[in-house]
């Protein structure tokens, strides 16, 4: 019986873990759940798991879920400190981090401070904070499992090649296969009309708000060349990136013999999570098997860096180092955030993040401190760029 904390419960991956969760009683105890704003679903899960420890990071959602579980056992918990308490506990064997953004950040660290098991959706805390996770993971041997899909895809395919930080034996290149989202084939002059309602409706995933905003644009897989370059430490040149629109082959490896391995799956994120539960045991869920015949075709293109603005940025901060990553995660947070307000169009994201990391100087990482002042920097920065528009 292994002891999980989930944070980010509330939201897409907290609903994913959920659903392998409830098919494995005997092997999982929920001790753990967090949310920030959503006040229903959280009390739900928390009678449903009754878990030890409930933690709400919003401010107006506390007293509200407080009230809903005196009754419990669960003792509930209020601010961002609580999460890096929950993660350290001792008896914690896993941690999901599922939070969005560079808020999951700290509690990311703190998990990998702790040695835990850290089961990573949560992108942006490596974006933003690689150069800290990495070499505080090999110090206490904290085992990072990437769950986003491409890269527990790579994981697969490097089987017991794979080490947190390290560059695996063998590998000439990986290949990150990105479903293209829902504009990769649409003319450039028509992504001023986009609307948030387009940009969020995925055509293969079923996702949180913003990372479906940044499949749109293809930041995400900007993050994700930027998190594959810490997770298995290979170089931008080497981390290829394919438009794959049916989202079957989640990405591959390609090794020094001309072998390719890739891994392939219906496009559920039970699929991913389940392995990283499994800690190599396979574990059953819900999603769909493969169909090849269903499916008939599989496509590869080009990504079009230049008509996605974007992924070229990501690249971009990578050379940079430093800082860099950091300072565009954060421009990009304000501006997905602001699109989906209605504040600014699709096509003024990759122009804001391109003008705030043109206007930001990247220097050394240093501590958690110093990225969370330019955290908050960048974000002020941000906004006053968009409200002078
Ligand atoms: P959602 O928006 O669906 O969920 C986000 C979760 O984070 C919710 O539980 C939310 O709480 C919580 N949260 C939001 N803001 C804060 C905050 N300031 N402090 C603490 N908690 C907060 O996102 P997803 O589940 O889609 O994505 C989560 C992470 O996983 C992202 O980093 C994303 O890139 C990554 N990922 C997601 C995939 C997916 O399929 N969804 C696939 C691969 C990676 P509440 O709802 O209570 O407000
Ligand atoms: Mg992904």
Redesign the pocket.
Known sequence: MKNLVI????????D?TLKVIRKHPDKFKVTAL?????VD??IQLANEFQPEHVVI??KA?LHKVEQALSGLKTQVHGG?NS?NAIVSDKQVDLVVA????N??MESVLAAVAAGKTLLL????ALVVAGELVMPLAKKTKANIIP???EHNAIFQCLGNGYEAGVRPDGVNSITLTASGGPFWEMDETLFESITPAQAVAHPK???????SV?SATLM?KG?EVIEAYWLFNIASEDINVLVHPQSIIHSMVNFIDGSVLAQMGCPD?QIPISHGLGLGQRLGNDADFLDLLQQKQLTFYQADSHKFKCLQLARHALSLGGTAAAILNAANEISVASFLKGQIRFDQIAQINDRMMNAIQSVNVESVAQLNDLDEEVRMKTKAAINSK
């Open positions: 944070l980010g419960a509330t939201g897409s991956i907290g994913s967090s949310a920030h704003s959503n679903k959280i990071t919003g959602a961002k999460l599922g939070i969005v953004g808020a999951g959706a949560n992108k942006e769950l986003d899909s995933w079923n996702m949180g708000a913003k990372i940044d995400n993050l994120m």
